[in-house]
Protein backbone atom coordinates (compact mmCIF):
# COMPACT_ATOMS: atom_id res chain seq x y z
CA UNK A 1 0.00 0.00 0.00
CA UNK A 2 1.10 3.76 -0.64
CA UNK A 3 -0.45 6.84 -1.49
CA UNK A 4 -0.44 8.98 -4.30
CA UNK A 5 -1.37 12.27 -5.03
CA UNK A 6 -1.39 14.47 -8.38
CA UNK A 7 -2.42 18.08 -9.29
CA UNK A 8 -2.67 20.18 -11.80
CA UNK A 9 -3.59 24.16 -12.05
CA UNK A 10 -2.53 27.44 -11.64
CA UNK A 11 -1.37 27.71 -8.02
CA UNK A 12 2.44 25.67 -7.13
CA UNK A 13 1.93 22.07 -7.02
CA UNK A 14 4.91 20.89 -4.77
CA UNK A 15 3.23 22.22 -1.74
CA UNK A 16 -0.03 21.23 -2.55
CA UNK A 17 0.94 17.62 -3.59
CA UNK A 18 3.37 17.50 -0.18
CA UNK A 19 0.22 18.61 1.83
CA UNK A 20 -1.70 16.03 -0.03
CA UNK A 21 0.96 13.34 0.96
CA UNK A 22 1.14 14.07 4.58
CA UNK A 23 -2.97 13.01 4.87
CA UNK A 24 -1.81 9.92 3.55
CA UNK A 25 1.25 8.70 5.42
CA UNK A 26 -0.94 6.21 6.77
CA UNK A 27 -0.49 4.42 3.61
CA UNK A 28 3.13 4.37 3.96
CA UNK A 29 6.13 6.42 4.83
CA UNK A 30 8.95 4.59 4.24
CA UNK A 31 10.26 6.96 1.33
CA UNK A 32 8.53 9.75 -0.45
CA UNK A 33 8.93 11.54 -3.70
CA UNK A 34 7.22 14.49 -5.94
CA UNK A 35 8.07 15.41 -9.51
CA UNK A 36 6.73 18.81 -11.40
CA UNK A 37 6.74 19.25 -15.04
CA UNK A 38 6.93 23.42 -16.36
CA UNK A 39 8.39 24.22 -19.61
CA UNK A 40 11.78 23.86 -18.70
CA UNK A 41 10.91 19.86 -17.81
CA UNK A 42 11.19 17.58 -15.19
CA UNK A 43 12.18 18.04 -12.05
CA UNK A 44 12.10 15.75 -9.54
CA UNK A 45 12.85 15.20 -5.50
CA UNK A 46 13.18 12.37 -3.44
CA UNK A 47 13.93 11.43 -0.11
CA UNK A 48 14.29 8.52 2.25
CA UNK A 49 12.18 7.71 5.20
CA UNK A 50 9.14 9.84 6.75
CA UNK A 51 7.72 12.46 4.34
CA UNK A 52 9.87 15.36 6.80
CA UNK A 53 12.62 14.51 4.92
CA UNK A 54 10.79 14.75 1.62
CA UNK A 55 10.00 18.83 3.12
CA UNK A 56 13.32 19.49 3.86
CA UNK A 57 14.41 18.88 0.69
CA UNK A 58 11.95 20.68 -0.97
CA UNK A 59 12.60 24.02 1.28
CA UNK A 60 16.18 23.81 0.25
CA UNK A 61 15.40 22.93 -3.22
CA UNK A 62 12.19 24.27 -4.07
CA UNK A 63 10.54 22.42 -7.15
CA UNK A 64 8.54 24.88 -9.47
CA UNK A 65 6.16 23.75 -11.64
CA UNK A 66 1.73 24.17 -11.54
CA UNK A 67 1.65 20.16 -12.47
CA UNK A 68 2.68 17.44 -10.28
CA UNK A 69 3.18 13.95 -9.16
CA UNK A 70 3.74 12.80 -5.66
CA UNK A 71 4.21 9.57 -4.09
CA UNK A 72 4.65 8.19 -0.29
CA UNK A 73 5.86 4.90 -0.17
CA UNK A 74 5.31 1.39 1.93
CA UNK A 75 7.37 -0.97 0.38
CA UNK A 76 7.00 -4.04 -1.69
CA UNK A 77 9.71 -4.94 -4.06
CA UNK A 78 13.00 -3.43 -3.57
CA UNK A 79 14.02 -2.48 0.00
CA UNK A 80 12.89 1.26 1.43
CA UNK A 81 15.68 3.62 -0.03
CA UNK A 82 15.91 6.74 -2.26
CA UNK A 83 16.95 4.91 -5.41
CA UNK A 84 13.52 2.93 -4.84
CA UNK A 85 11.51 5.98 -4.30
CA UNK A 86 9.35 7.24 -6.24
CA UNK A 87 8.39 8.95 -8.85
CA UNK A 88 10.82 6.57 -11.02
CA UNK A 89 11.85 8.04 -14.71
CA UNK A 90 12.70 6.68 -18.01
CA UNK A 91 13.57 9.16 -20.79
CA UNK A 92 10.50 11.69 -21.47
CA UNK A 93 7.86 10.22 -18.77
CA UNK A 94 8.37 9.83 -14.54
CA UNK A 95 5.37 7.70 -12.56
CA UNK A 96 4.57 7.34 -9.16
CA UNK A 97 2.52 3.82 -8.41
CA UNK A 98 0.47 2.28 -5.78
CA UNK A 99 -0.10 -1.53 -6.28
CA UNK A 100 2.10 -4.89 -7.34
CA UNK A 101 3.02 -5.50 -10.40
CA UNK A 102 2.88 -9.27 -11.44
CA UNK A 103 4.75 -9.80 -15.15
CA UNK A 104 7.24 -7.19 -14.09
CA UNK A 105 9.90 -9.69 -14.33
CA UNK A 106 9.10 -10.78 -18.06
CA UNK A 107 8.39 -7.10 -18.65
CA UNK A 108 11.82 -6.42 -17.21
CA UNK A 109 13.46 -8.81 -19.23
CA UNK A 110 11.83 -7.60 -22.56
CA UNK A 111 12.64 -3.93 -22.10
CA UNK A 112 16.33 -4.60 -21.47
CA UNK A 113 17.09 -6.69 -24.37
CA UNK A 114 15.21 -3.34 -26.19
CA UNK A 115 18.28 -1.54 -24.17
CA UNK A 116 16.22 -0.18 -21.18
CA UNK A 117 18.69 0.38 -18.19
CA UNK A 118 17.45 0.25 -14.33
CA UNK A 119 18.13 2.24 -11.56
CA UNK A 120 15.94 0.58 -8.87
CA UNK A 121 14.74 -2.66 -7.37
CA UNK A 122 10.98 -1.63 -7.51
CA UNK A 123 8.56 -2.87 -10.24
CA UNK A 124 7.10 0.65 -10.61
CA UNK A 125 10.28 1.78 -13.03
CA UNK A 126 9.32 -1.32 -15.31
CA UNK A 127 6.03 0.97 -15.73
CA UNK A 128 8.02 3.90 -16.62
CA UNK A 129 9.98 2.49 -19.46
CA UNK A 130 7.14 0.19 -21.19
CA UNK A 131 5.32 3.79 -21.40
CA UNK A 132 8.77 5.47 -22.36
CA UNK A 133 9.38 2.55 -25.04
CA UNK A 134 5.46 3.16 -26.58
CA UNK A 135 5.86 6.60 -26.67
CA UNK A 136 9.06 6.17 -28.89
CA UNK A 137 7.09 4.39 -31.01
CA UNK A 138 5.14 7.73 -32.36
CA UNK A 139 1.15 8.00 -31.05
CA UNK A 140 1.74 9.96 -28.25
CA UNK A 141 1.66 10.27 -24.61
CA UNK A 142 -2.24 8.78 -24.32
CA UNK A 143 -1.56 6.16 -26.54
CA UNK A 144 1.74 4.95 -24.94
CA UNK A 145 0.14 5.19 -21.27
CA UNK A 146 -2.94 2.81 -22.69
CA UNK A 147 -0.47 0.18 -24.90
CA UNK A 148 1.90 -0.29 -21.47
CA UNK A 149 -1.67 -0.52 -18.86
CA UNK A 150 -2.82 -3.41 -21.95
CA UNK A 151 0.58 -5.65 -21.17
CA UNK A 152 0.82 -5.18 -17.32
CA UNK A 153 -1.10 -7.44 -14.54
CA UNK A 154 -1.62 -6.57 -11.39
CA UNK A 155 -2.63 -4.08 -9.38
CA UNK A 156 -1.87 -0.26 -9.95
CA UNK A 157 -3.32 3.16 -9.59
CA UNK A 158 -0.61 5.20 -10.90
CA UNK A 159 -0.28 9.47 -12.62
CA UNK A 160 1.99 10.02 -15.09
CA UNK A 161 3.88 13.06 -16.41
CA UNK A 162 5.63 13.56 -19.74
CA UNK A 163 8.26 15.94 -20.65
CA UNK A 164 7.15 16.46 -24.45
CA UNK A 165 3.46 17.12 -23.86
CA UNK A 166 3.90 19.33 -20.38
CA UNK A 167 0.18 20.58 -20.15
CA UNK A 168 -1.08 16.64 -19.60
CA UNK A 169 -1.35 14.38 -16.38
CA UNK A 170 -2.49 11.05 -17.06
CA UNK A 171 -4.00 8.90 -13.95
CA UNK A 172 -5.13 5.17 -14.20
CA UNK A 173 -6.25 2.32 -11.76
CA UNK A 174 -6.81 -1.28 -12.13
CA UNK A 175 -7.07 -2.96 -8.47
CA UNK A 176 -5.68 -0.30 -6.22
CA UNK A 177 -8.01 2.83 -4.94
CA UNK A 178 -8.00 6.14 -7.37
CA UNK A 179 -9.98 9.26 -6.53
CA UNK A 180 -10.67 12.33 -8.93
CA UNK A 181 -11.14 15.42 -7.04
CA UNK A 182 -11.84 18.82 -9.61
CA UNK A 183 -11.98 21.92 -7.96
CA UNK A 184 -12.43 25.93 -9.61
CA UNK A 185 -9.92 25.98 -12.29
CA UNK A 186 -7.67 23.03 -10.50
CA UNK A 187 -7.87 18.84 -10.61
CA UNK A 188 -6.39 16.78 -7.70
CA UNK A 189 -5.95 13.02 -8.37
CA UNK A 190 -5.16 10.86 -4.89
CA UNK A 191 -5.08 7.53 -3.54
CA UNK A 192 -7.61 8.70 -1.27
CA UNK A 193 -9.86 11.82 -0.12
CA UNK A 194 -8.48 13.47 2.70
CA UNK A 195 -5.39 14.28 0.19
CA UNK A 196 -7.74 16.43 -1.37
CA UNK A 197 -10.20 17.44 0.82
CA UNK A 198 -8.82 21.17 2.03
CA UNK A 199 -9.18 22.27 -1.78
CA UNK A 200 -12.62 20.29 -2.89
CA UNK A 201 -15.19 18.39 -1.61
CA UNK A 202 -16.55 17.31 -5.51
CA UNK A 203 -15.13 13.57 -6.04
CA UNK A 204 -15.32 11.41 -8.95
CA UNK A 205 -14.52 7.32 -8.03
CA UNK A 206 -12.49 5.82 -10.96
CA UNK A 207 -13.50 1.95 -11.83
CA UNK A 208 -10.87 -0.44 -12.35
CA UNK A 209 -9.85 -0.34 -16.28
CA UNK A 210 -10.64 3.62 -16.30
CA UNK A 211 -7.97 6.52 -17.17
CA UNK A 212 -8.03 10.20 -16.71
CA UNK A 213 -6.47 12.62 -18.87
CA UNK A 214 -5.94 16.11 -17.10
CA UNK A 215 -5.49 18.99 -18.93
CA UNK A 216 -6.00 22.76 -18.62
CA UNK A 217 -8.86 23.28 -20.46
CA UNK A 218 -10.59 20.03 -18.54
CA UNK A 219 -10.63 16.23 -17.76
CA UNK A 220 -11.78 13.27 -20.57
CA UNK A 221 -12.21 9.89 -18.90
CA UNK A 222 -11.33 7.02 -20.76
CA UNK A 223 -11.12 3.03 -20.64
CA UNK A 224 -8.45 1.15 -21.62
CA UNK A 225 -8.94 1.26 -25.58
CA UNK A 226 -9.89 4.72 -25.84
CA UNK A 227 -13.38 4.98 -25.35
CA UNK A 228 -14.66 8.00 -23.59
CA UNK A 229 -16.46 7.57 -20.72
CA UNK A 230 -19.37 9.87 -18.78
CA UNK A 231 -18.46 9.36 -14.87
CA UNK A 232 -21.12 10.89 -12.58
CA UNK A 233 -19.53 13.91 -9.60
CA UNK A 234 -20.04 13.03 -5.71
CA UNK A 235 -19.86 15.70 -3.14
CA UNK A 236 -18.26 14.25 0.08
CA UNK A 237 -19.63 15.57 3.29
CA UNK A 238 -17.13 13.28 5.43
CA UNK A 239 -15.05 15.44 8.23
CA UNK A 240 -11.56 15.06 7.50
CA UNK A 241 -10.99 12.28 9.98
CA UNK A 242 -13.33 10.20 8.43
CA UNK A 243 -12.15 10.27 5.84
CA UNK A 244 -8.95 9.65 6.76
CA UNK A 245 -10.39 6.26 7.76
CA UNK A 246 -12.23 5.70 4.60
CA UNK A 247 -15.68 6.23 6.70
CA UNK A 248 -15.18 4.08 8.62
CA UNK A 249 -15.59 4.69 12.71
CA UNK A 250 -12.21 2.63 13.31
CA UNK A 251 -9.02 2.04 11.86
CA UNK A 252 -9.70 -1.62 13.05
CA UNK A 253 -13.02 -1.84 11.19
CA UNK A 254 -11.40 0.07 8.00
CA UNK A 255 -8.78 -2.82 7.63
CA UNK A 256 -10.95 -5.78 8.92
CA UNK A 257 -12.74 -4.76 5.92
CA UNK A 258 -9.25 -4.22 3.33
CA UNK A 259 -8.57 -8.26 4.22
CA UNK A 260 -9.88 -9.12 1.24
CA UNK A 261 -7.32 -6.81 -1.18
CA UNK A 262 -4.59 -7.35 1.36
CA UNK A 263 -5.12 -11.23 1.18
CA UNK A 264 -5.23 -10.91 -3.00
CA UNK A 265 -2.04 -8.54 -2.97
CA UNK A 266 -0.21 -11.03 -1.06
CA UNK A 267 -0.59 -13.99 -3.69
CA UNK A 268 0.08 -11.72 -5.96
CA UNK A 269 2.59 -12.68 -8.56
CA UNK A 270 3.20 -16.00 -6.63
CA UNK A 271 1.25 -18.32 -8.01
CA UNK A 272 3.11 -20.33 -10.96
CA UNK A 273 0.23 -22.25 -12.61
CA UNK A 274 2.19 -24.16 -15.50
CA UNK A 275 4.56 -24.96 -13.02
CA UNK A 276 2.72 -26.26 -10.09
CA UNK A 277 4.26 -24.34 -7.73
CA UNK A 278 4.83 -21.42 -6.05
CA UNK A 279 7.38 -18.27 -6.10
CA UNK A 280 8.98 -16.81 -3.29
CA UNK A 281 11.35 -14.17 -4.88
CA UNK A 282 13.49 -13.33 -1.14
CA UNK A 283 13.29 -16.66 0.29
CA UNK A 284 16.80 -17.11 -1.25
CA UNK A 285 17.05 -20.85 -0.57
CA UNK A 286 17.04 -23.09 -3.75
CA UNK A 287 14.79 -26.38 -4.22
CA UNK A 288 17.59 -28.99 -2.91
CA UNK A 289 18.29 -26.24 0.36
CA UNK A 290 14.80 -26.14 1.07
CA UNK A 291 14.43 -30.24 0.42
CA UNK A 292 17.45 -30.94 2.91
CA UNK A 293 15.80 -29.68 6.26
CA UNK A 294 15.20 -32.16 8.54
CA UNK A 295 13.18 -29.74 11.30
CA UNK A 296 11.52 -26.79 11.34
CA UNK A 297 10.76 -24.75 14.50
CA UNK A 298 8.00 -21.71 13.97
CA UNK A 299 8.98 -18.75 16.81
CA UNK A 300 6.80 -15.56 17.25
CA UNK A 301 4.65 -13.41 19.58
CA UNK A 302 0.94 -12.87 20.35
CA UNK A 303 -1.27 -12.70 17.28
CA UNK A 304 2.14 -13.70 14.89
CA UNK A 305 2.50 -17.13 17.48
CA UNK A 306 -1.38 -17.89 16.79
CA UNK A 307 -0.29 -17.90 12.74
CA UNK A 308 2.30 -19.95 14.09
CA UNK A 309 0.29 -22.56 15.53
CA UNK A 310 -2.09 -22.77 11.92
CA UNK A 311 1.35 -22.99 10.18
CA UNK A 312 1.95 -26.09 11.85
CA UNK A 313 -0.81 -27.90 10.63
CA UNK A 314 -0.02 -26.52 7.25
CA UNK A 315 3.27 -27.49 6.98
CA UNK A 316 3.44 -30.56 8.71
CA UNK A 317 0.48 -32.26 6.55
CA UNK A 318 1.53 -30.63 3.18
CA UNK A 319 5.25 -31.22 3.59
CA UNK A 320 5.22 -34.29 5.77
CA UNK A 321 8.39 -32.38 8.04
CA UNK A 322 7.94 -32.53 11.86
CA UNK A 323 7.49 -28.69 13.30
CA UNK A 324 7.54 -27.41 16.99
CA UNK A 325 6.05 -23.91 17.44
CA UNK A 326 7.67 -21.59 20.04
CA UNK A 327 6.26 -18.22 21.73
CA UNK A 328 9.52 -16.19 21.13
CA UNK A 329 10.04 -15.39 24.78
CA UNK A 330 10.38 -18.76 25.71
CA UNK A 331 12.32 -20.44 22.15
CA UNK A 332 15.66 -18.58 23.39
CA UNK A 333 16.14 -19.68 26.97
CA UNK A 334 15.09 -23.17 26.84
CA UNK A 335 18.81 -24.13 24.73
CA UNK A 336 16.66 -25.57 21.72
CA UNK A 337 18.17 -28.06 19.72
CA UNK A 338 19.24 -26.39 16.20
CA UNK A 339 21.98 -27.40 13.58
CA UNK A 340 22.07 -26.58 10.46
CA UNK A 341 19.59 -28.93 9.35
CA UNK A 342 16.88 -27.03 11.03
CA UNK A 343 15.04 -24.05 9.40
CA UNK A 344 13.52 -21.30 12.16
CA UNK A 345 10.92 -19.48 10.72
CA UNK A 346 10.09 -16.38 12.58
CA UNK A 347 6.72 -14.53 12.31
CA UNK A 348 6.39 -10.89 13.02
CA UNK A 349 3.99 -8.30 11.13
CA UNK A 350 6.54 -5.30 12.49
CA UNK A 351 9.58 -7.17 12.09
CA UNK A 352 11.10 -5.08 15.20
CA UNK A 353 9.35 -7.13 18.22
CA UNK A 354 12.44 -7.85 20.72
CA UNK A 355 11.35 -10.69 21.55
CA UNK A 356 11.13 -12.23 17.76
CA UNK A 357 14.79 -10.86 17.14
CA UNK A 358 16.74 -12.66 20.20
CA UNK A 359 15.11 -15.73 18.90
CA UNK A 360 16.00 -15.30 15.76
CA UNK A 361 19.83 -14.70 16.92
CA UNK A 362 19.36 -17.43 19.05
CA UNK A 363 18.84 -19.45 15.93
CA UNK A 364 21.63 -17.92 13.80
CA UNK A 365 24.02 -18.53 16.67
CA UNK A 366 23.22 -22.38 16.80
CA UNK A 367 23.92 -22.52 13.09
CA UNK A 368 19.85 -22.69 11.84
CA UNK A 369 18.98 -21.20 9.04
CA UNK A 370 16.32 -18.49 9.64
CA UNK A 371 13.31 -16.91 7.30
CA UNK A 372 10.51 -14.91 8.26
CA UNK A 373 7.23 -14.10 7.24
CA UNK A 374 7.27 -9.77 8.13
CA UNK A 375 4.97 -6.92 6.58
CA UNK A 376 7.62 -4.33 6.80
CA UNK A 377 10.48 -4.77 4.43
CA UNK A 378 14.09 -4.15 5.65
CA UNK A 379 12.87 -4.20 9.35
CA UNK A 380 15.57 -5.55 11.77
CA UNK A 381 13.77 -9.16 11.28
CA UNK A 382 13.79 -8.89 7.25
CA UNK A 383 17.40 -7.82 7.33
CA UNK A 384 18.97 -10.22 9.81
CA UNK A 385 16.79 -13.38 8.16
CA UNK A 386 18.11 -15.36 5.56
CA UNK A 387 15.25 -14.60 3.73
CA UNK A 388 11.85 -13.43 3.62
CA UNK A 389 8.42 -13.82 2.73
CA UNK A 390 6.69 -10.29 2.45
CA UNK A 391 2.65 -10.30 3.47
CA UNK A 392 1.47 -7.25 1.60
CA UNK A 393 -1.68 -5.97 3.85
CA UNK A 394 -0.18 -2.20 3.67
CA UNK A 395 0.62 -0.24 7.33
CA UNK A 396 -1.77 -1.82 10.03
CA UNK A 397 -2.79 0.99 12.24
CA UNK A 398 -4.83 -0.02 15.00
CA UNK A 399 -3.41 -2.08 17.73
CA UNK A 400 -5.04 -5.09 17.60
CA UNK A 401 -3.83 -6.93 14.63
CA UNK A 402 -5.99 -8.24 11.48
CA UNK A 403 -5.27 -8.03 8.20
CA UNK A 404 -1.50 -8.53 9.17
CA UNK A 405 -2.71 -12.07 10.92
CA UNK A 406 -4.92 -12.94 7.84
CA UNK A 407 -1.94 -12.49 5.40
CA UNK A 408 0.46 -14.53 7.64
CA UNK A 409 -1.57 -17.06 7.17
CA UNK A 410 -2.03 -16.89 3.79
CA UNK A 411 1.95 -16.54 3.72
CA UNK A 412 2.32 -19.73 5.61
CA UNK A 413 0.06 -21.82 3.43
CA UNK A 414 2.18 -20.19 0.36
CA UNK A 415 5.68 -21.46 2.25
CA UNK A 416 4.18 -24.70 2.92
CA UNK A 417 3.29 -25.07 -0.95
CA UNK A 418 6.34 -23.89 -1.59
CA UNK A 419 8.20 -26.29 0.62
CA UNK A 420 6.50 -29.17 -0.59
CA UNK A 421 6.75 -28.72 -3.54
CA UNK A 422 10.95 -29.01 -3.32
CA UNK A 423 10.25 -31.92 -1.38
CA UNK A 424 8.24 -34.12 -3.18
CA UNK A 425 5.41 -34.53 -0.31
CA UNK A 426 3.32 -32.44 -3.08
CA UNK A 427 2.35 -32.94 -6.60
CA UNK A 428 2.20 -30.12 -9.53
CA UNK A 429 -1.61 -30.98 -9.51
CA UNK A 430 -2.05 -31.11 -5.76
CA UNK A 431 -0.32 -27.52 -5.66
CA UNK A 432 -2.64 -26.72 -8.32
CA UNK A 433 -5.38 -27.50 -6.60
CA UNK A 434 -4.42 -25.21 -3.37
CA UNK A 435 -3.73 -22.52 -6.03
CA UNK A 436 -7.42 -22.61 -7.56
CA UNK A 437 -8.89 -22.56 -3.89
CA UNK A 438 -6.27 -19.47 -2.73
CA UNK A 439 -7.44 -17.27 -5.83
CA UNK A 440 -10.79 -17.70 -4.31
CA UNK A 441 -10.31 -16.06 -1.32
CA UNK A 442 -10.66 -12.82 -1.64
CA UNK A 443 -14.49 -13.51 -2.66
CA UNK A 444 -14.90 -15.91 0.16
CA UNK A 445 -13.63 -13.26 2.72
CA UNK A 446 -16.28 -10.24 1.23
CA UNK A 447 -18.96 -13.09 1.63
CA UNK A 448 -17.67 -13.26 5.21
CA UNK A 449 -17.60 -9.71 6.16
CA UNK A 450 -21.30 -9.46 5.06
CA UNK A 451 -22.03 -11.25 8.45
CA UNK A 452 -20.94 -7.67 10.14
CA UNK A 453 -24.73 -6.55 11.02
CA UNK A 454 -25.80 -9.81 12.71
CA UNK A 455 -22.50 -9.64 14.40
CA UNK A 456 -23.10 -6.29 15.48
CA UNK A 457 -26.65 -7.12 16.75
CA UNK A 458 -25.51 -9.75 19.41
CA UNK A 459 -22.60 -7.61 20.42
CA UNK A 460 -24.59 -5.29 22.62
CA UNK A 461 -26.06 -7.68 24.93
CA UNK A 462 -22.64 -10.01 25.16
CA UNK A 463 -20.84 -6.72 25.74
CA UNK A 464 -22.12 -7.28 29.59
CA UNK A 465 -20.74 -10.71 29.87
CA UNK A 466 -17.33 -10.58 32.18
CA UNK A 467 -15.91 -13.74 30.41
CA UNK A 468 -15.64 -15.09 27.25
CA UNK A 469 -14.96 -18.90 25.94
CA UNK A 470 -13.47 -19.76 22.94
CA UNK A 471 -13.27 -23.21 21.22
CA UNK A 472 -11.67 -25.02 18.56
CA UNK A 473 -10.46 -27.83 17.42
CA UNK A 474 -7.22 -28.92 15.02
CA UNK A 475 -6.86 -25.71 12.75
CA UNK A 476 -9.30 -23.76 14.35
CA UNK A 477 -7.93 -23.80 17.81
CA UNK A 478 -5.47 -21.23 17.48
CA UNK A 479 -8.39 -19.25 15.79
CA UNK A 480 -10.60 -19.66 19.21
CA UNK A 481 -6.93 -18.42 20.91
CA UNK A 482 -6.87 -15.17 18.57
CA UNK A 483 -10.87 -14.89 19.14
CA UNK A 484 -9.98 -14.59 22.45
CA UNK A 485 -7.21 -12.32 22.42
CA UNK A 486 -8.96 -9.76 20.34
CA UNK A 487 -12.13 -9.69 22.51
CA UNK A 488 -9.42 -9.50 25.44
CA UNK A 489 -7.19 -6.37 24.32
CA UNK A 490 -9.99 -4.10 22.70
CA UNK A 491 -13.23 -4.77 25.49
CA UNK A 492 -11.08 -6.16 28.38
CA UNK A 493 -13.28 -8.59 28.74
CA UNK A 494 -11.42 -11.82 29.88
CA UNK A 495 -11.46 -14.39 27.41
CA UNK A 496 -9.74 -17.80 27.24
CA UNK A 497 -9.35 -20.23 24.29
CA UNK A 498 -8.95 -24.13 24.60
CA UNK A 499 -9.11 -26.99 22.00
CA UNK A 500 -12.73 -28.01 22.05
CA UNK A 501 -11.81 -31.76 23.35
CA UNK A 502 -9.89 -30.50 26.30
CA UNK A 503 -12.88 -28.45 27.96
CA UNK A 504 -14.19 -31.35 29.30
CA UNK A 505 -11.05 -31.54 31.48
CA UNK A 506 -11.37 -28.56 33.82
CA UNK A 507 -13.27 -24.95 32.04
CA UNK A 508 -16.16 -26.73 32.37
CA UNK A 509 -16.55 -26.10 35.48
CA UNK A 510 -16.94 -22.38 34.51
CA UNK A 511 -20.17 -23.24 32.52
CA UNK A 512 -23.06 -21.24 33.89
CA UNK A 513 -25.87 -18.96 32.56
CA UNK A 514 -23.91 -15.71 32.09
CA UNK A 515 -20.96 -17.24 30.15
CA UNK A 516 -20.88 -16.98 26.13
CA UNK A 517 -19.05 -19.17 24.37
CA UNK A 518 -17.86 -19.24 20.74
CA UNK A 519 -17.82 -22.47 19.59
CA UNK A 520 -15.57 -22.43 16.01
CA UNK A 521 -17.01 -25.34 13.98
CA UNK A 522 -16.58 -25.58 10.55
CA UNK A 523 -18.28 -28.70 8.24
CA UNK A 524 -14.87 -30.34 8.50
CA UNK A 525 -13.42 -33.90 9.47
CA UNK A 526 -14.01 -33.39 13.51
CA UNK A 527 -17.37 -31.71 13.47
CA UNK A 528 -19.44 -34.74 14.91
CA UNK A 529 -16.38 -34.23 17.89
CA UNK A 530 -16.92 -30.58 18.55
CA UNK A 531 -20.74 -30.90 17.86
CA UNK A 532 -20.34 -33.11 20.97
CA UNK A 533 -18.37 -30.19 23.16
CA UNK A 534 -20.97 -27.89 22.21
CA UNK A 535 -23.79 -29.76 23.32
CA UNK A 536 -21.77 -30.32 26.37
CA UNK A 537 -22.05 -26.73 26.78
CA UNK A 538 -25.70 -26.29 26.36
CA UNK A 539 -26.30 -29.00 28.66
CA UNK A 540 -24.76 -27.40 31.37
CA UNK A 541 -27.09 -23.60 30.20
CA UNK A 542 -23.56 -22.28 29.00
CA UNK A 543 -24.62 -19.03 25.82
CA UNK A 544 -23.33 -20.81 22.75
CA UNK A 545 -22.63 -18.89 19.62
CA UNK A 546 -21.42 -20.44 16.76
CA UNK A 547 -19.01 -20.19 14.09
CA UNK A 548 -20.19 -22.84 11.39
CA UNK A 549 -20.20 -23.84 7.54
CA UNK A 550 -21.96 -26.53 5.35
CA UNK A 551 -23.70 -28.96 8.00
CA UNK A 552 -23.47 -26.87 10.82
CA UNK A 553 -25.77 -24.01 9.22
CA UNK A 554 -28.48 -26.46 10.01
CA UNK A 555 -27.51 -25.97 14.00
CA UNK A 556 -29.49 -23.10 14.19
CA UNK A 557 -31.90 -24.12 16.81
CA UNK A 558 -29.28 -25.48 19.12
CA UNK A 559 -27.62 -22.63 19.50
CA UNK A 560 -28.23 -18.96 21.17
CA UNK A 561 -26.77 -17.27 17.60
CA UNK A 562 -25.25 -18.80 14.73
CA UNK A 563 -22.70 -17.56 11.89
CA UNK A 564 -22.90 -19.54 9.05
CA UNK A 565 -19.87 -19.11 6.65
CA UNK A 566 -19.04 -19.97 2.71
CA UNK A 567 -17.76 -23.56 2.38
CA UNK A 568 -14.07 -23.89 1.36
CA UNK A 569 -10.67 -25.86 1.43
CA UNK A 570 -10.23 -27.15 5.25
CA UNK A 571 -6.76 -25.35 5.03
CA UNK A 572 -8.49 -21.97 3.76
CA UNK A 573 -11.09 -22.04 6.84
CA UNK A 574 -8.95 -20.32 9.70
CA UNK A 575 -8.31 -17.44 7.41
CA UNK A 576 -12.15 -17.55 6.86
CA UNK A 577 -13.08 -18.18 10.51
CA UNK A 578 -11.46 -15.20 11.63
CA UNK A 579 -13.20 -12.73 9.99
CA UNK A 580 -15.98 -13.44 13.16
CA UNK A 581 -13.94 -13.03 15.57
CA UNK A 582 -12.28 -10.17 14.42
CA UNK A 583 -15.93 -8.35 14.30
CA UNK A 584 -16.78 -10.00 17.51
CA UNK A 585 -14.66 -8.17 19.20
CA UNK A 586 -14.96 -5.29 17.46
CA UNK A 587 -18.48 -4.58 18.14
CA UNK A 588 -18.01 -5.78 21.92
CA UNK A 589 -15.35 -3.30 21.83
CA UNK A 590 -17.17 -0.29 20.82
CA UNK A 591 -21.04 -0.77 22.87
CA UNK A 592 -18.03 -0.99 25.88
CA UNK A 593 -16.79 2.55 24.68
CA UNK A 594 -13.14 1.23 24.67
CA UNK A 595 -10.55 2.74 22.59
CA UNK A 596 -10.73 0.22 20.06
CA UNK A 597 -6.97 1.58 18.12
CA UNK A 598 -5.62 2.28 20.91
CA UNK A 599 -6.35 -0.06 23.66
CA UNK A 600 -4.53 0.41 27.09
CA UNK A 601 -1.38 -0.58 27.83
CA UNK A 602 -0.39 -1.73 24.43
CA UNK A 603 1.83 -0.65 21.50
CA UNK A 604 1.82 -1.67 17.92
CA UNK A 605 5.72 -2.64 18.16
CA UNK A 606 6.76 -4.06 21.20
CA UNK A 607 10.51 -3.77 21.17
CA UNK A 608 11.68 -4.30 24.75
CA UNK A 609 11.88 -8.12 26.14
C1 LIG B 1 -2.28 -8.59 18.86
C2 LIG B 1 -0.98 -8.22 18.36
C3 LIG B 1 0.22 -8.68 19.11
C4 LIG B 1 1.38 -8.95 18.14
C5 LIG B 1 2.67 -9.27 18.92
C6 LIG B 1 3.80 -9.58 17.95
O1 LIG B 1 -3.32 -8.05 18.12
O2 LIG B 1 -0.87 -7.53 17.37
O3 LIG B 1 -0.04 -9.82 19.88
O4 LIG B 1 1.04 -10.00 17.31
O5 LIG B 1 3.04 -8.19 19.72
O6 LIG B 1 4.00 -8.54 17.07
P1 LIG B 1 4.73 -8.75 15.70
O7 LIG B 1 3.87 -9.60 14.83
O8 LIG B 1 4.90 -7.36 15.13
O9 LIG B 1 6.03 -9.42 16.01
Redesign the pocket.
Known amino acids: MCGIVGYLGSAEASPIVLEGLRKLEYRGYDSAGIATISDGGIRMLRAQGKLVNLEQRLKEQPLIGTRAIGHTRWATHGRPSEINAHPHKAGQIVVVHNGIIENYLELKQMLQHKGHNFSSDTDTEIIAHLIEEHFKQGGGFELAVRHALNEVRGAYAIAVLCEAEPDLLIAAKHGSPLVVGRGADEYFVASDIPAMLAHTRQMIFLEDGEMVIFAPQGLRFCDLAGTTLEKEEKTITWSPLMAEKGGYKHFMLKEIYEQPRAIADTIAGRLRENEGDIYLGDLKLNTQQLAGFEKIFIV ?5 WHAALVGKFYLEKLCRIPVEVDIASEFRYRDPIVNAKTLILV ?7 AD ?1 LAALREAHGKGGKVLCICNVVDSSIARESDGVIYTHAGPEIG ?3 TK ?1 FTTQLVALLLFALRLGRARNSLSADECRQKMQALVTLPRLLESCLELDGAIEKIARELSAARDFLYLGRGNQYPIALEGA ?2 LK ?1 ISYIHAEGYPAGEMKHGPIALIDEQLPVVVIVPDNATFDKVVSNMEEVRARGGRVIVVTSGQGCRLETACESLFCLPEADDDLMPILTSIPMQLLAYHVAVYKGTDVDQPRNLAK ?2 TVE
Open positions: ACGTSISQSGETTVASALKESV
